[in-house]
């Protein structure tokens, strides 16, 4: 069963870090390429970030450009999203989803992870 | 960045309605095109992929169609459990950007 497990959220200041994971199974995690996504309260889905199988390509959304950066570990069969200089709009759950193939769509998604960025 | 718009922004329809959505890129996406379905407090899940594919386990009520910048959905006969919001997604160049999303309400 593929399963996709995000943890790391919580409450952060502004101009803090925190640094999200993703622990995925029931595939064979270095064949995809994975992404991550949020969705602000009450608001509609933002892609954040992707990565390709081996890391060498990353993609960010220009609001978090030099702010976030997507990772992996494919020995441990992870993701990563290291978020610094967070700001009150960074705040959303933060969903990892596994991406189908080149310019494929997410087609597995984890449960979410709430990151709440307040003073 | 490609910008995807959604309409209409929410409807309200009866069990049995035929429903459609649709979503126009700011530029040609070619087929690049996915539409997901979120339920109150749950992960999207994927629908349509590549404009008019159905995701394995989808009901054959659910279909796509489009090409270029236009695309739509179509519930042929709209079911109580397709209450929730539609997003619409493009996956042709990053930032890999949603629409802005349909509310789908049962009367």
């Known amino acids: 069963e593929v399963q996709l497990v995000e943890s790391g959220g919580g409450l952060v200041q502004p101009g803090g870090s925190l640094r999200l994971s993703c622990a995925a199974s029931g595939f064979i995690f270095s064949n995809y390429w994975m992404s991550w996504v949020r969705q602000a309260p009450g608001k509609g889905l933002e892609w954040v970030a992707n990565i390709k199988q081996d890391g060498s390509e990353k993609n960010y959304v220009d609001s978090v450009k030099g702010r976030f950066t997507i990772s992996r570990d494919n020995a441990k069969n992870s993701l990563y999203l290291q978020m610094n200089s967070l700001r009150a709009e960074d705040t959303a759950v933060y969903f990892c989803?596994?991406?189908?193939?080149?310019?494929?769509?997410?087609?597995?998604w984890g449960q979410g992870n709430l990151v709440t960025v307040s003073s | 960045d490609i910008q995807m718009t959604q309409s209409p922004s929410s409807l309200s329809a009866s069990v049995g309605d035929r429903v459609t959505i649709t979503c126009r890129a700011s530029q040609n996406i070619a087929g690049y095109l996915n539409w997901y379905q979120q339920k109150p407090e749950k992960a999207p899940k994927l629908l349509i992929y590549a404009a008019s594919s159905l995701q394995s386990a989808v009901p054959s009520r659910f279909s796509g169609s489009g090409s270029g910048t236009d695309f739509t959905l179509t519930i042929s006969s709209l079911q109580p459990e397709d209450f929730g919001t539609y997003y619409c997604?493009?996956?042709?160049?990053?930032?890999?950007?949603f629409g802005g999303g349909t509310k789908v309400e049962i009367k």
């Open positions: 997604q493009q996956s042709y160049s990053p930032p890999l950007t």
């Open positions: 989803a596994r991406v189908g193939g080149v310019r494929g769509p997410c087609n597995f």
